[in-house]
């Protein structure tokens, strides 16, 4: 790369200071902080990389599709944040580390409010095709005290990488809620994860393609636990074994959140005696360890 002039470099300098300065009367200091850091980072990126002005346009182009594909029903701004993995970046920011509390991992697009409940050991799959799975497990903090009445939506995709609402039947399946015991355990009945791509038939897939990256997010199956006084956890778990767990799309994926699930035969007698109908079945378990605080309502941020 061209090494610029002392002349050069205190013009760009210049304009930096310039920029920062428009940003001094800003009343709200947090903002002024935000602003200002953004103005350094963005600077430096195209300085040292020195962008050209026909790379910027395509940039701008790039954006304007992002924001005209957008919808209520689809953010094509947060996929982008996803496949940069400054989704994940941020949930790692603000879930620090507190003992042995569960990860958290990214919300996706998926959830809904309202889900229906189900009492413990039901059954959340609502019909959907795929393979039955007994998922079972506990609530406890980071003390290993149990949580009872904590909250648990679940929400995942059939056996053909599809969640109900992308769907035009207005069926729901594959989510429900429930609450942990007594002793803070919880069990229900889902449906064993599946392999799925991201929406990948807009800028965000073609940026994708373009540098040879797959839209596939590894199987997974997504929970949110809440309970008074513990931070909102937001999570997954993945399957051990499944090839895209080095290559989420969304870089989502944590070691302590990769969990081995048995597969039993048919003929196998289930936990709860439910009859699976001749299916073969599947199954794992989950203990939740939940980190004090009040956490964010993640409902409210809805994709």
């Known amino acids: 790369m061209t090494v610029e002039s002392d002349e050069q470099t205190a013009r760009e300098d210049a304009l930096v200071e310039r920029v920062r300065a428009s940003f001094a009367g800003t009343s709200d200091a947090r903002l002024k902080l935000l602003m200002e850091e953004l103005v350094d980072t963005l600077h430096d990126?195209?300085?040292?990389?020195?962008?050209?002005?026909?790379?910027?346009?395509?940039?701008?182009?790039?954006?304007?599709?992002?924001?005209?594909i957008t919808s209520p029903t689809r953010q094509e701004f947060v996929l982008l944040s996803d496949?940069?993995?400054?989704?994940?970046?941020?949930?790692?920011?603000?879930?620090e580390a507190v003992g042995d509390a569960t990860e958290a991992t990214v919300f996706g697009p998926f959830f809904l409010n309202d889900s229906p409940q189900i009492p413990l050991g039901g059954d959340l799959s609502g019909g959907a095709p795929g393979e039955p799975a007994w998922v079972q497990g506990s609530v406890r903090d980071v003390e290993g005290t149990p949580i009872p009445g904590a909250r648990i939506e679940v929400w995942e995709a059939d056996e053909d990488g599809l969640y109900?609402?992308?769907?035009?039947?207005?069926?729901?399946?594959?989510?429900?809620?429930?609450?942990?015991?007594?002793?803070?355990?919880?069990?229900?009945?889902?449906?064993?994860?599946?392999?799925?791509?991201?929406?990948?038939?807009?800028?965000?897939?073609?940026?994708?393609?373009?540098?040879?990256r797959s839209p596939y997010r590894a199987a997974h199956l997504h929970f949110l636990v809440t309970a008074p006084g513990y931070r909102t956890?937001?999570?997954?778990?993945?399957?051990?074994?499944?090839?895209?767990?080095?290559?989420?799309?969304?870089?989502?994926?944590?070691?302590?959140?990769?969990?081995?699930?048995?597969?039993?035969?048919?003929?196998?007698?289930?936990?709860?005696?439910?009859?699976?109908?001749?299916?073969?079945?599947?199954?794992?378990?989950?203990?939740?360890?939940?980190?004090?605080?009040?956490?964010?309502?993640?409902?409210?941020?809805?994709?």
């Open 45 to 68: 990126y195209v300085r040292r990389v020195r962008l050209t002005e026909q790379e910027w346009n395509v940039a701008i182009d790039f954006l304007t599709r992002v924001g005209r």
């Open 83 to 95: 496949v940069l993995g400054v989704s994940m970046q941020t949930v790692t920011v603000n879930n």
């Open 164 to 212: 109900d609402v992308q769907h035009d039947d207005f069926e729901v399946y594959g989510r429900a809620h429930l609450f942990s015991d007594s002793e803070g355990d919880y069990r229900f009945w889902g449906l064993f994860p599946t392999p799925y791509p991201i929406p990948d038939d807009g800028p965000v897939g073609e940026l994708l393609r373009a540098t040879g």
């Open 233 to 303: 956890l937001v999570t997954h778990i993945f399957v051990r074994g499944d090839e895209l767990l080095d290559a989420d799309s969304v870089f989502g994926v944590r070691d302590s959140l990769i969990y081995d699930w048995s597969h039993h035969a048919a003929d196998e007698p289930t936990p709860d005696g439910r009859d699976v109908g001749g299916r073969k079945w599947a199954r794992t378990r989950f203990d939740i360890v939940l980190a004090p605080g009040e956490g964010v309502d993640h409902t409210t941020l809805m994709r």
